[in-house]
């Protein structure tokens, strides 16, 4: 049975109210649902006939490989999030996609994507808003590595994951559960993961937030907004401390 609480109808209801019957059209999505085990990428770089995924548990990150084996991390998906929606389009992958954690995602292909969005358009609608989100994120990691300084880069992306976790219930001001590494965070704010080790003690020191133990605690939620100048506008949802 549908759920209006699960995390992609949670996600997708903060744009538009969906109905019972476009639940339902969302719910014919999970039919295929697996386990994932970490380490072992879902979708390789270079791939083709790829299938998306809606990620039910767990964390995972898309990230591009390099020639010397090097990687940068583009992003890290979430419960409720979409893996790899542009390889059902494009002939070819151009990402890969890992699990960080043990992750359960329902397969989806893109004839039934397509029929699912025939049938309900208000959710082809809601999706398209979420991949349009996605790509804002793509663009402010852009600004925070060429512009933020690290203390803010960091700060910012923590911020826009405590913001995102909060869509889907996964998080409120005062933290969230974060599974991620220091060269997690590195690999995709293209620091060191010596400077992030730095900045997260300055961080801590200076009263804003802790992350230990896989735990992101954040002592003073405005200060780090003011720190960041976060604004939640990008995300085009509200905030309730930033009303």
Partial sequence: MYSKHSPLARKLGSFVALDDAELAVLDGLHQRRRRFVAGRDLVHQGQTRSAAYILAEGWVC???LLRDGTRQIVDFQIPGDFLGLRSVLFRTADHNIEPITTVEASEV?????????????RLATAVLWAASRDEAMVVEHLVGIGRRNALERTA??????????MLVGQATTAGFDCPLTQYHLADALGLSAVHVNRVLRELREKG???????????LDFKGLVALAEFDL???????PLLR
Avoid: M
């Fill in 156 to 165: 910012h992306f923590l911020l826009e994951l405590n913001a995102r976790l």
């Fill in 208 to 218: 804003l937030l802790t992350f230990q133990k896989g735990q992101v605690e954040i």
């Fill in 62 to 64: 898309s990230y591009k």
């Fill in 233 to 239: 506008g990008y995300l085009d949802h509200e905030g």
């Fill in 109 to 121: 292909k893109d004839s039934e994507l397509l029929t699912a969005f025939t049938q309900t358009p």
